[in-house]
């Protein structure tokens, strides 16, 4: 049963993160039905001041290390990157684990908790623009980059700031039930429960070559999206036989003509989705697709939701 929580503060800590934290747990809507919490606010040392991401702002915690003893949960929010992490908070947070409490990390929370090696063999995620790094860092973690949070059991990880609304509503509707899940979503104005993964947000920019050779090439195919390509035509545009220009292709992008030519439609047909009205039928002729059946079949392969739902979220008023 979740009864007490302990959010595990660190210096130079993410406030909006911390805040999610605080909105579902720390906040006591007992009379709206929903369990009131113990929450602490840990640091390593109670009552020294710990600064934020943003200047000037200071956050105090009541608890020192001690707070976490009797958690259920012990949550992690963001902070600043670092190379190395207090070794008495990552032993705290090993130890509280061992002794029953599952832990949850928000965005980049996920590195601290990979320095406790909690995160070994197991799958996460954090922030897409940190998986890189964090996969660097912890390369024994399995690391999903697409998905909005991962829940192991005893382990949640979220990804980027918004996600970490999600896995901690998903906490409590697995420990609480639906009812108070969405009892607390409904006083968040947020949804109970997000479809896709963080793939929708994830910046998709031109794969960049290495050298120069196939840029007109490549520049030309950007301007002539809607219309049909084979490796033979784009070849002989080339000057080069069939083979060599696939060797080349792949060799200078990462990918092959195909595979790039379908991510560019899809990034194309992000910005029509964002940034006009056009039907779906419409889009789909527009980028070279053809049907709107082909668009969404790439489109939810790489975006992870239907061009339908991306519209709905990213659409320009």
């Known amino acids: 049963m979740l009864k007490t929580v302990a959010a595990l503060l660190i210096d130079q800590l993410a406030p909006f993160e911390f805040g999610v934290v605080c909105e579902v747990f720390g906040i006591d809507r007992s009379d709206d039905g929903v369990p009131a919490f113990d929450f602490r606010v840990c640091g390593e040392q109670a009552g020294k001041p710990l ?7 200071l956050v105090t915690p009541s608890h020192g290390l001690e707070g976490l003893e009797g958690a259920d949960l012990v949550a992690l929010p963001a902070a600043l990157l670092r190379e190395e992490y207090p070794p008495a908070v990552l032993e705290a947070i090993r130890a509280a684990h061992a002794r029953g409490a599952t832990v949850l990390s928000v965005c980049s929370g996920a590195f601290l908790l990979g320095a406790s090696g909690l995160l070994d063999g197991r799958r996460c995620t954090t922030h897409w623009h940190h998986i890189a790094e964090f996969q660097r860092r912890f390369p024994e973690a399995k690391t999903d980059p697409d998905v909005l949070f991962v829940d192991e059991g005893d382990i949640i990880t979220s990804a980027g700031t918004a996600a970490g609304i999600d896995a901690c509503l998903h906490l409590v509707r697995r420990e609480l039930g639906s009812s108070v899940a969405t009892l607390i979503a409904r006083r968040m104005v947020v949804p109970p429960q997000r479809d896709g993964g963080q793939r929708q947000f994830v910046e998709l920019p031109v794969p960049e070559c290495s050298g120069d050779s196939l840029q007109p090439v490549l520049a030309w195919m950007l301007d002539h999206l809607a219309e049909e390509h084979t490796v033979a035509g784009l070849a002989r545009r080339a000057a080069l036989s069939e083979r060599t220009f696939a060797r080349r292709f792949v060799a200078e992008t990462g990918t092959t003509p195909h595979k790039w030519l379908s991510t560019q439609r ?52």
Do not use: K, N, Q, W
Request: glycine fraction near 8%; include cysteine.
């Open 51 to 57: 600064r934020t991401s943003i200047p000037g702002v």
């Open 266 to 317: 899809v990034l194309h047909a992000r910005r029509l989705l964002e940034d006009t009205t056009l039907g779906i039928e419409e889009i789909a002729r527009e980028c070279g697709f053809g049907t709107a059946a082909l668009l969404r079949h790439h489109f939810h392969r790489l975006v992870g939701v239907s061009p339908h739902d991306y519209r709905r979220s990213f659409a320009a008023s």
